[in-house]
């Protein structure tokens, strides 16, 4: 696996997705995931912002050109294998909540975000997940809306593991769709 990709791990950034884009713009390889302890300014759809506590799993993915068109087709995919994964290995029933986020209990415990990066034409895609892993608690209006497995399981979960396992994954299913 430490072959077929390339991880950087950050610190506290303003988004993996533009850290992910700037890397790509670079000459960055496909497959590079860009990784950070927390994101000041991490973004959902439509810029909504996206609470980066430190404990969570935030990261993003340099995807190489798709032949899906749609950037939402490779969203709902990479909504799905978490879905999956979460179930599998927490034994724990998410929800999708169409088009890009993983609800547990009601409550949202991971989002995603799916982007271009353009030049005279789509160059390749940045796919940004937010996965609310090891955080304690939600401060003010998030408490109601939003949950971690560390709530959920009552323990902490093995990020990496975790991490590899959904990128793994996840190019194993854009294989399959894409050739």
């Not at 990709?5 to 997705?17: A, Y």
């Not at 415990?109 to 940004?128: A, P, Q, Y």
């Not at 109601?144 to 959920?152: G, R």
């Amino acid at each position: 696996m430490e072959n077929e990709f390339n991880f950087k791990f950050l610190g506290v950034v303003g988004s993996t997705n533009e850290e992910a884009k700037k890397l790509a713009e670079a000459g960055e390889k496909f497959w590079t995931v860009v990784v950070a302890e927390g994101q000041s300014a991490g973004r959902g759809r439509k810029g909504d912002s996206w609470e980066s506590p430190l404990g969570g799993l935030y990261f993003s993915i340099i995807l190489p050109k798709s032949e899906i068109g749609d950037l939402q087709t490779l969203t709902i995919l990479a909504a799905f294998t978490i879905a999956r994964i979460l179930k599998e290995n927490f034994g724990i029933e998410p929800l999708i909540k169409l088009p890009n986020d993983v609800l547990l209990n009601g409550k949202k415990i991971c989002g995603i975000l799916t982007e271009n990066v353009i030049g005279n034409d789509v160059k390749h895609s940045v796919m940004g997940i937010g996965l609310n892993t090891n955080i304690d608690n939600f401060g003010g209006d998030l408490e109601k809306t939003a949950t971690s497995l560390k709530i959920e399981l009552k323990k902490q979960v093995d990020n990496k593991i975790l991490l590899e396992k959904i990128v793994s994954d996840l190019k194993n299913q854009l294989k399959i769709i894409s050739y």
